[in-house]
């Protein structure tokens, strides 16, 4: 199969590769040229052979918007535009009226697994038109872990970015627990090696996790996190989680107050937000700030 793919960063950059690997074909395009196959948007739509694929991975909201609308001038009817970023259910909603106006169908797809995708598969949370989703099938195969799990058809258009933002609110929970007991374990004199509980911890245990996997890691890095800031992002989704908790009355009160975290750590030099940076810098490549 012959899919364009527009945003080459950590995400997008490894996506296409893996797509590559399953023996399909990837038209990509950045704003960098040394990452690009196409020299514009529309080099890129004149290169891919009709009926079009076109996969967007660029950051959410206005730069989505941006590609979207160009897109909509450059597609014939038949194609198919694909939003793989972490934009808001919402616009999906509005990106798929505007380009159904044109006959052209919109997928929305919640994509997870961060730096560690290309080796392990991508988790894919996928909401659109039956029609439309079947036809991205073998892409979705490509990228998602091999094994019966990690797709999911979630429902219409908007589902799948919507079920990418609670499973992020929930990662804010889990994240913020890690880090809550891993600072209370630091305070304690009797324990001698926090990253070696950490550790214990990997097998055998109901906590054991992914996460928790990728916290022994940034331990075996530094393994006080003395060499970061407590200091942590918060990319939009757990708020947005927030936000449609409080719209459809479904108490959240851990994620809420796992988003609250992240905004202390902007106050003071937060030990539990060293933990929440370890992770997210293991997990996905975000960025950390080091201290002074």
């Known amino acids: 199969m012959q899919i364009g793919l527009i945003g080459l960063g950590k995400m997008g950059g490894n996506m296409r590769e893996r797509i590559r690997r399953a023996g399909h074909t990837v038209i990509g395009y950045d704003r960098n040229p040394d990452l690009s196959d196409a020299e514009s948007l529309a080099d890129l739509v004149d290169k891919l052979e009709a009926p ?3 996969w967007v991975m660029v950051p959410a909201g206005a730069a989505t918007q941006s590609v979207v609308d160009e897109l909509g001038t450059l597609l014939s009817p038949g194609d198919t535009v694909v939003d793989g970023g972490n934009s808001r259910w919402t616009d999906d ?10 006959d052209i169908g919109f997928v929305d797809a919640g994509v997870s697994g961060g730096v560690w995708g290309l080796q392990n598969g991508y988790a894919l949370m ?4 039956k029609q439309h989703v079947e036809r991205l099938q073998p892409i979705f195969e490509a990228l998602k872990p091999e094994g019966p799990y990690g797709y999911v058809h979630a429902g219409k258009v908007g589902a799948g970015h919507f079920s990418k933002m609670v499973h992020n609110g929930i990662e804010y929970a889990m994240m913020q627990a890690y880090a809550e007991g891993w600072e209370l374990l630091e305070k304690i004199d009797s324990v001698d090696s926090v990253r070696e509980v950490f550790r214990s911890w990997q097998d055998g245990t109901v906590i054991r996790s992914w996460l928790l996997d990728l916290a022994v890691n940034a331990l075996d890095e530094d393994e006080h996190l003395d060499k970061l800031k407590g200091f942590a992002q918060d990319s939009g989704e757990g708020r947005w989680t927030v936000e449609a908790a409080i719209d459809n009355a479904v108490p959240l009160p851990t994620i809420t107050a796992s988003l609250f975290a992240r905004f202390s750590s902007r106050q003071d ?14 997990f996905g490549g975000h960025a950390v700030e080091s201290k002074k």
């Open 126 to 129: 996928v909401g659109g038109d």
């Open 269 to 282: 030099d937060s030990p539990q937000m060293k933990m929440i940076a370890a992770l997210r810098n293991q």
């Open 52 to 54: 079009r694929v076109v």
């Open 93 to 102: 909603e509005k990106h798929a009226s505007e380009l159904g106006a044109k």
